[in-house]
């Protein structure tokens, strides 16, 4: 089995205590991914990095109406979790792999590196 990549640790050590401001940034960006359609939206991006998708195949994709879809995109913008491009009249969304590795390293950092509670192997590996 070849070895997992190692993630980020998020801008702390064993000996400070994570910033508050951002402790509540990555609670905003986990709270704007808590909703199941979000989530799904989320995931669909990832996997269609790095190209994103339009807005009409992410509708299709998760069927959700276009009113909603867009409530649950600008949340996800608004919170950096997605970027945004025009493209014609089109808009074309992406995942925001550098803040979800950011957010992936602030949890990795206490839970596997720190203190053991997760193996690492365990959630760095996909089913």
Not at 7 to 27: E, H, I, Q
Not at 43 to 71: C, F, K, Q, W, Y
Not at 78 to 92: H, I, K, M, P, S
Request: proline residues 6%; glycine residues 4%.
């Amino acid at each position: 089995m070849p070895k997992p990549a190692s993630l980020p640790v998020a801008k702390r050590t064993s000996s400070t205590r994570a910033n508050p401001g951002d402790v509540a940034r990555y609670a905003d960006m986990l709270s704007a991914m808590g909703t199941e359609p979000r989530l799904r939206i989320v995931r669909l991006l990832l996997a269609a990095h790095p190209d994103g998708m339009v807005v009409n195949e992410i509708g299709e994709e998760v069927e959700i109406p276009s009113s909603t879809l867009s409530h649950h995109l600008d949340k996800l913008k608004n919170e950096d979790l997605v970027a945004v491009q025009r493209e014609g009249t089109f808009l074309r969304y992406t995942a925001n792999t550098a803040a979800l590795e950011e957010l992936l390293g602030f949890l990795y950092a206490e839970c596997c590196t720190r203190n053991k509670a997760v193996e690492p192997q365990k959630i760095v590996c996909c089913k």
